[in-house]
């Protein structure tokens, strides 16, 4: 059984212009399960919540804050006339993370953690990415799955990674297994299912 982890979290958001706004915030995260606190600075738009990971993550927590019509500001969302394209072309991608945005969101969850580590851009780091991102959509709120960019992080030095771009496999915050660009898309299914059988969830 997890034993409750607490931590704290500071989000910016953008789109909160009353005073009501702040309250109505503070009221719903307050209600969350796992959410200890929750306090917004109205004056500079971040959100400090404080709560226990093994009940409840920071992709959760963005996620009540984007249902309510809020951004989180470090964020990268579609625009109006991106969204327009999209209709004719389709293409998703993963969700980049850096420095800032790791712990939250690779090591303080329970959820197993998918991350395509890469440097800059590539054909084979494209192919990983449409794989990934495929899996993303089947594995929903089941698995998180992100992507890192070795230039813009030191994710690459945090676990000794010298050659690029390789699949990291994390669990509770502990890296389980890498995978070489070499492997095939079924390949990379059959692990992520693995490793979502041995988690507790």
């Not at 990268?76 to 993963?94: A, I, M, N, Q, V």
């Amino acid at each position: 059984m997890a034993t409750n982890k607490i931590t704290e979290k500071k989000i910016p958001v953008r789109g909160v212009n009353c005073a009501k706004c702040r309250l109505d915030i503070e009221n719903i995260l307050g209600k969350v399960t796992g959410v200890e606190d929750a306090k917004m600075d109205y004056m500079s738009g971040v959100v400090s919540v404080k709560y226990d990971y093994t009940r409840v993550d920071l992709p959760e927590i963005e996620k009540i804050l984007e249902n309510l019509g809020y951004n989180v500001a470090y964020k990268d969302y579609e625009s109006g006339l991106t969204k327009l394209k999209g209709l004719f072309k389709k293409k998703k991608s993963l969700r980049k993370i850096d420095d800032h945005t790791f712990p939250g969101l690779v090591l303080e969850t329970l959820k197993p953690v998918i991350l395509l580590v890469y440097k800059g851009d590539c054909d084979e780091c494209e192919r990983l990415e449409a794989a990934l991102t495929k899996l993303a959509v089947e594995f929903k709120d089941r698995v998180y799955f992100y992507k890192a960019d070795c230039n813009l992080s030191s994710i690459c030095s945090r676990y000794n990674i010298n050659q690029t771009p390789v699949i990291l496999l994390i669990q509770n915050g502990v890296l389980k297994q890498s995978l070489p660009p070499s492997a095939l898309d079924e390949e990379i299914r059959k692990h992520v299912i693995d490793v979502l059988k041995s988690t507790s969830l």
